[in-house]
């Protein structure tokens, strides 16, 4: 029996992004999945991954000073350090991450690193970064990237199940994401969940966010028609997250930015209507499997750096105001499809899960798709056509195979993208 240790200590969405890695370890009979998240996720990623044992490592209380958080960890990462575990995945580059992947052999860590006192990204994360300095072609979901830090991860299609409207006939509305400017404000969303509203029958809505949403789920609130309001349930602030997965059980659609909640929602196979601006790109970090919709913002600025001033004044929100959009959600089709913005349909393929356009466009379709396909042959999941070999560049550098670093082997060939 062989014991894996996934560290994952970033929030809420990553979290449940991390799935096809550890559906993947735990496929092997007899073998023993070990995650390791931040204390406030714990009994959260109990619940969803039942099949792992979960070690509680604190890395969110930001308002401890380095020492003081190293110390409180040192009992877990004593107890991790006497697992005799066979592979170690370390998901997120931070200081806590890399001191406990320190405690392991390094060759037996996968992703981040840390060698001689130095982090080190394996060889998938360095190609990564390379594709990334292009997101609009990014060619794999977060998912996907993580899964195929494993040599064999399982299908696609036994991640998520697929969407499917589960008859307890709610509208679930995800009031706001971490970041605002990759979120609709309230005058732009409440005329998308009355369209919503009118396409479902008239169906009862709860409104989903922590205490920091009370006051946008109010002002969202105030600007919905009578008929509307008295279908609503405010519960922002008023549900943990072990509580979320019970509420969308009965929902039917969940209208919501790119937030932990959408990648839930996916998770449990409820449909999603995701609406991405500003710095959320579908491509990255879209709702995984097949059924979903995104709308996403396509003006060419986008995906930009949230952190970042936008020049622009948020130009990219105005498609998501447009009548023809509202046509849309209402489930028809609008004679005119709004500038800057595409609709893409979820799809999961034997690579992975791919967001496939409908309505509106984006100029580097024919480019990403290309280079997407080059990744999957060098996966060997299947073959690239010949417009993928201008990628190659792109990913591969000559070092890769000419001067092996020390965590790979010096096999010929492709080399396990984990390693």
């Not at 560290?7 to 979290?15: C, E, N, P, V, W």
């Not at 991954?49 to 003081?68: C, D, G, I, K, Q």
């Not at 400017?181 to 409104?207: M, N, W």
Request: glycine fraction near 8%.
């Amino acid at each position: 029996m062989a014991h894996h240790l996934v560290i994952q200590l970033a929030r809420f969405g990553d979290t449940i992004q991390t799935k096809r890695l550890l559906l993947s370890l735990a496929a092997t009979p007899g073998d023993t999945v070990h995650l390791a998240v931040d204390p406030s996720l714990a009994a959260f990623a109990r619940r969803i991954y039942p099949f792992a044992v979960v070690h509680e490592v604190r890395a969110h209380a930001t308002n401890l000073a380095a020492a003081e958080a190293f110390s409180r960890n040192r009992s877990v990462f004593a107890a991790l350090a006497e697992i005799p575990f066979s592979s170690v995945y370390t998901l997120n580059f931070s200081g806590m991450a890399l001191a406990l992947a320190g405690l392991f052999d390094p060759d037996s860590v996968r992703g981040y690193s840390c060698r001689n006192g130095q982090a080190f990204r394996s060889r998938w994360l360095r190609m990564g970064f390379r594709w990334m300095g292009n997101r609009r072609m990014a060619p794999m979901n977060l998912v996907d990237f993580w899964a195929y830090l494993h040599p064999d991860p399982v299908a696609p299609s036994a991640v998520n199940p697929a969407a499917r409207a589960g008859g307890g006939g709610k509208i679930a509305v995800v009031a706001s994401g971490r970041e605002a400017r990759r979120s609709l404000p309230p005058e732009v969303l409440a005329p998308l969940v009355e369209a919503a509203f009118v396409a479902h029958g008239g169906p009862e809505i709860v409104i989903l966010g922590s205490n920091a949403e009370r006051v946008f789920a109010r002002k969202l609130s105030r600007l919905f028609r009578p008929a509307v309001l008295q279908k609503v349930d405010d519960a922002c602030g008023r549900t943990s997250l072990s509580d979320l997965p019970d509420i969308l059980a009965g929902c039917d659609r969940v209208l919501t930015p790119d937030t932990g909640i959408m990648h839930l929602a996916a998770h449990m196979g409820v449909p999603v209507q995701a609406f991405f601006l500003s710095s959320a790109w579908c491509f990255e970090t879209g709702p995984y499997g097949d059924g979903h919709t995104v709308f996403q913002a396509t003006r060419s600025c986008a995906p930009c750096v949230e952190t970042r001033p936008c020049p622009h004044a948020v130009a990219c929100l105005s498609p998501f105001a447009s009548p023809a959009l509202h046509r849309a959600v209402q489930g028809k089709e609008p004679e005119t499809w709004p500038e800057e913005l595409a609709r893409f349909r979820t799809h999961c393929d034997a690579f992975g899960c791919d967001y496939i356009p409908d309505a509106g466009t984006l100029p580097e379709l024919t480019k990403r798709a290309a280079l997407r396909s080059l990744l999957a042959e060098y996966c060997g999941i299947f073959e690239a056509g010949a417009a993928a070999s201008r990628f190659a560049e792109t990913v591969f550098h000559e070092t890769d195979w000419m001067l092996p670093p020390v965590d790979e082997s010096g096999r010929a060939g492709i080399l396990p993208q984990g390693e």
